[in-house]
């Protein structure tokens, strides 16, 4: 059902925009390219970057989301409410304006190192080592941390020259649009890395949910397990946030849809929860574009305004309890 439907929104994504594209035409573009027809150059050199940039980000937060999820075992566990996403935005814009950097190749680095130091921090902050994964400390650590690094973000975006201003401000919002197949490219490759890592941990997270002693006595490490997880998603997050921007609760939303499909095996939600992660940030550009024809409203934002009622939902629903 999952990639049906992602299917059906890929090809709306491709046919949808301030100008809309027949279907039939679509088809033509991508089967039959003819650079002298305007309707073929929107399609190839527009919205197929802008949708395969929507699918692999979409994908990589949900899959972040379902290992953050299963790591430590709470249902709020979510890269941008876990400050994750911030992280990698600061470090991202610190580079750009503090050494120059023009190209995502060069910053996504920083994208990663990003969400991995505020991913420790939002655990030291919320004591995780000391009173383990508690819901609301980590929570509310992230929500502090979260408002901090945006704040920070938004500092040095505003005060940096013009053509910074210019770059990241569609960017700090989470548009899909002016990217080309470059950025899409680096985002598979990390797609791939840490998707495949995280695919790899299924077994070890299936046995951390019967607990630590337990998954112990079944050959799991729990330190290797979260070494691992953790790499993971800073993969996953940093070059999702330095090609999209800070994209909140597609991480959040996409693990419980998969969750309630499948049940609890993780060997099952990791993948589902990397389609429906592609399948919500597909939805959100889409919806974007259609609300506010001829403009568009960035996909970060509809996919704020979609996932704020499902976190309410999850959290009246969870009680903040651990899975």
């Known amino acids: 059902m999952a990639l049906p439907v992602l299917a059906v ?18 088809a033509q573009a991508l089967i039959a390219y003819d650079p002298g027809n305007d309707l073929h150059l929107v399609v190839r050199t527009l919205r197929v970057p802008r949708s395969l940039l929507g699918v692999t980000a979409g994908a990589a937060l949900g899959l972040a989301g379902a290992v953050m999820q299963a790591v430590t075992r709470n249902p709020l566990a979510e890269p941008g409410l876990l400050g994750v996403n911030a992280g990698a935005a600061v470090a991202v814009v610190l580079s750009a304006s503090a050494l120059g950097l023009t190209s995502m190749t ?9 969400a991995g130091f505020a991913g420790a921090a939002v655990f030291v902050l919320g004591r995780a080592h000391v009173s383990g994964t508690d819901p609301v400390r980590l929570v509310l650590a992230g929500a502090g941390l979260s408002v901090l690094l945006g704040a920070a973000t ?5 005060n940096a020259g013009l053509d910074i ?3 990241f401000r569609a960017w700090s919002a989470g548009a899909l649009e002016g990217r080309g197949m470059t950025v899409v490219q680096v985002m598979a490759i990390a797609l791939i890395a840490g998707g495949g890592l995280s695919l790899m941990l299924a077994p070890d997270l299936n046995a951390l949910a019967l607990g630590h002693e337990t998954g112990a006595a079944l050959g799991m490490s729990p330190r290797r397990t979260w070494a691992f997880a ?4 800073m993969v996953l997050c940093g070059v999702a946030t330095a090609a999209a921007g800070p994209i909140g609760f597609v991480g959040l939303v996409a693990p ?3 969750r309630a499909i499948s049940g609890p095996d993780n060997r099952l939600i990791l993948p589902l929860s990397a389609i429906f992660g592609a399948a919500i940030l597909l939805m959100a550009d889409i919806i974007g574009r259609i609300i506010a024809r001829p403009d568009e409203i960035a996909a970060g934002i509809v996919a704020t305004l979609l996932g704020g009622p499902f976190f309410i939902y999850v959290v009246r629903r969870f009680r903040l309890a651990r899975l």
């Open 165 to 167: 201003l210019d770059s």
């Open 9 to 26: 929104l890929m090809a709306a994504s491709l046919a949808i925009g301030s100008r809309p594209v027949p279907l039939a035409e679509v």
């Open 256 to 258: 419980h849809v998969a």
């Open 230 to 233: 953790c790499a993971a998603v």
């Open 106 to 114: 060069d910053y996504m680095w920083f994208g990663i190192l990003g």
């Open 154 to 158: 938004a500092f040095v975006i505003l």
